[in-house]
């Protein structure tokens, strides 16, 4: 494991993420200083996730037919660029367009991104790939803290602070290319002289099954911190601190659990801690309904731990279900599978309105179970000509 290059990738990922993370934070102040509609405000969110995360297998396609490693330092300087410039914009259309080449940055890095770190992460595959996940996980969780830092200090012109991380780690990164670049080079001449092989029946059945289980996993990861707020805030009358709180706690021990279910994972087998993480959460999320004050943030800390421990492990298994297309499979499992997320909240908004809150809260709380049981019938580790080790 080259701890110095998945430390530098991680750091990307840090400050890629930073700004995926700053947009939800950021719609108030353009909202109001912009006179939008809810609806208007929608579409903003809308049109970042949909180029942020949905598009990422398109990257992942194009780095897996020529190797592009310039993405690496121009993709956190694009999307910090674009996010930097929201700020200073006298309308929506600037706004949205810039918000879009934010997010153009946010994909392009991540395929290149994993698939560069695949290279790096030894033997211990989650342990190494939980490095550089992590950078991204506190990028999310950081977002929204930073922005608000730089628009309550500048006001709302200050998103143009938001461009200097993003500069810092394009030179880092540009000093660094050379050699980082290497190992995905040579594995790219080996494939194309060898020729890509088709995909295995069962290895696509297996990936399409792993996809499901993300989206499960999405779809509860954005539900509750979605509804928790609605639930203490608009259906309780309580404290907004003390939800914000609530979900504070949830992230922070999802980052925590990504780097602590890593070497766990590689020790028992990436599928058995996929299937048993994926059932944990919800007697947790139970019990945290059901209690309140240090036992509550116990639960949903442990149930953020337990669900959010299984992201770089799923990367990982996608890798090596498609260990001739990285990009590809990163896409799957950090873009699209995680967009969907988005479209779950919508589905559950739905719900909401027809039967209120609480019910869709507890719905949320049983969504792992689908991803549990799906996760059973993945076939893995994948076997072909050699045994790909599993832990």
Not at 130 to 141: E, P, R
Not at 187 to 192: G, H, L, R, S, Y
Not at 235 to 261: C, E, H, Q, R
Request: positive net charge.
């Amino acid at each position: 494991m080259n701890k110095k290059a998945l430390a530098i990738l991680s750091a990307a990922h840090l400050v890629t993420d930073l700004n995926q993370g700053s947009l939800p934070a950021l719609l108030p102040f353009f909202k109001e200083t912009l006179n939008l509609s809810y609806t208007l405000s929608g579409l903003v969110m809308l049109f970042g996730n949909l180029t942020s995360s949905v598009i990422q297998p398109a990257f992942g396609y194009l780095s897996d037919r020529r190797p592009i490693g310039w993405f690496l330092p121009l993709a956190p300087l694009i999307a910090c660029l674009g996010m930097a410039l929201t700020g200073m914009i006298p309308n929506f259309y600037l706004l949205l367009i810039f918000v879009i080449v934010s997010g153009f940055g946010v994909a392009s890095f991540h395929p290149e991104g994993f698939k560069t770190a695949h290279f790096f992460t030894g033997e211990k595959k989650a342990t190494g790939m939980s490095i550089f996940s992590v950078g991204g996980n506190l990028g999310l969780a950081l977002g929204p803290i930073w922005a608000l830092a730089l628009v309550t200090t500048f006001n709302l012109k200050g998103t143009a602070g938001m461009i200097v991380p993003g500069i810092l780690i394009s030179m880092i990164l540009l000093f660094s290319i050379s050699w980082l670049t290497t190992p995905v080079h040579s594995a790219f001449i080996q494939t194309k002289e060898v020729g890509k092989k088709p995909i295995p029946k069962k290895d696509l059945v297996s990936l399409i099954l792993l996809v499901s289980v993300v989206i499960a996993r999405s779809w509860t990861q954005f539900g509750l911190v979605t509804y928790i707020p609605f639930f203490y805030i608009n259906y309780l009358k309580g404290d907004p601190i003390y939800a914000g709180k609530l979900v504070s706690t949830f992230m922070m021990a999802g980052v925590v659990g990504t780097l602590i279910g890593a070497p766990i994972a590689d020790q028992w087998g990436h599928k058995k801690f996929l299937s048993v993480t994926m059932f944990l959460p919800v007697p947790l999320l139970i019990l945290f309904y059901n209690t309140e004050g240090l036992i509550a943030f116990l639960a949903i800390g442990l149930a953020g731990m337990a669900l959010i421990s299984t992201f770089s492990v799923t990367v990982v298994m996608a890798q090596a279900l498609l260990p001739q297309r990285l990009g590809v499979a990163s896409g799957l499992m950090v873009g699209f599978a995680i967009g969907t997320g988005g479209i779950g909240v919508t589905l559950l908004g739905m719900i909401a309105d027809h039967f209120g809150v609480p019910i869709t809260l507890k719905l949320i709380f049983f969504l792992p179970l689908i991803g549990f049981g799906i996760s059973l019938l993945i076939k893995y580790p994948p076997r072909r000509g050699e045994v790909v080790a599993e832990g």
